[in-house]
């Protein structure tokens, strides 16, 4: 989803920067007419038609002149405008081509002391990575705030974060079905693939709901505010930490196995993945289902399985020796 507001903002935002001019409605029309855009579905282009709103995603964000910001989805800027009022310098990732060309235009006209602080790439989120866009190579962390589309904002997330290391939070406005998700907890009916792979990297909350009437056009779904903090690349705590650590990506290949059957037990669902020895030495019931299970066992699960393999590996070695 993209972003758009309906009036003129006055006043002071949290971090003492003077307001700028965010979108009125007519402006919304005019820019939308000359750029020859209209909401698609093919993008999932929504665009918010409150300032409150995006003022709020900004808020919840924590966003401050001191940060680099990665926006995925900027559409005709109303959201940009809001990041970019508080000092803050950003990149916006835009698919649709004509939104992205129109883009630096919007910002020239409504924000022009921001120009400077503001860069477009014209790209699928999917597709970024620190080499084609290398904007954020030299900081130590960067966020991502953004409305993102709705279809895809799962693998957006998880994409980002496994190919920027230095992705150190996200406040994302997504479904609120995806958003439960995202933030939900082991044993509860919606806790899933998307739960358990977000908290590798590190925890996420739902901070607020969004009503429906806030978009133009209106979706026939609620959305909700995700905020994602990462684990420190010290923390001793994180799953992926530590020199004999679980490696991620067969820890995400046993996830997706548990939870591609996950009314079945581990036993039943990772059959041809884990012998039972390997459940001994994780310390993991087998009769335990999927859905049961936290990050961290997932990480063991697939530590002792990596160690397994290994032991079989030199085993096999030897006997060719």
Excluded: C
């Amino acid at each position: 989803m993209n972003n758009e507001t309906t009036t003129a903002q006055t006043g002071q935002d949290a971090g003492n920067q003077p307001a700028g001019h965010l979108l009125g409605a007519a402006d919304i029309r005019r820019i939308a007419a000359e750029a020859g855009v209209s909401p698609t579905k093919k993008f999932g282009q929504n665009f918010v038609i409150d300032p409150g709103t995006v003022r709020r995603i900004v808020r919840e964000a924590g966003v401050t002149a001191n940060d680099h910001v990665m926006e995925v989805g900027p559409g005709l800027g109303s959201l940009t405008l809001a990041i970019l009022e508080t000092g803050a310098s950003m990149t916006a990732v835009e698919i649709d081509p004509p939104l992205a060309e129109r883009l630096p235009a919007t910002v020239a006209e409504f924000m022009p002391e921001a120009s400077s602080r503001l860069a477009v790439v014209n790209r699928d989120a999917l597709t970024v990575t620190p080499e084609n866009v290398p904007d954020f190579n030299d900081d130590d962390t960067f966020t991502l705030v953004a409305n993102l589309p709705y279809n895809v904002a799962t693998p957006i997330l998880l994409t980002l974060l496994e190919r920027f290391d230095n992705l150190g939070s996200f406040l994302v406005m997504v479904q609120k079905e995806v958003a439960d998700r995202l933030s939900a907890k082991p044993g509860s009916k919606i806790y899933g693939t998307p739960s358990v792979k977000l908290a590798w990297y590190g925890t996420a909350e739902r901070v607020g709901t969004i009503g429906r009437n806030v978009f133009w056009p209106a979706p026939n779904v609620d959305s909700a505010l995700v905020k994602f903090t990462r684990y420190a690349a010290d923390d001793a705590s994180a799953p992926g930490s530590g020199p004999d650590a679980a490696p991620r990506e067969l820890t995400f290949q046993l996830i997706d196995a548990a939870f591609g059957q996950r009314r079945k037990t581990l036993h039943a669902a990772l059959k041809h993945m884990v012998p039972a020895e390997v459940f001994e030495a994780a310390g993991i019931d087998a009769t335990r289902r999927g859905e049961t299970l936290t990050i961290d066992e997932f990480a063991a699960l697939a530590k002792a399985l990596d160690q397994y393999n290994s032991g079989l590996s030199q085993t096999a070695q030897g006997e060719a020796a």
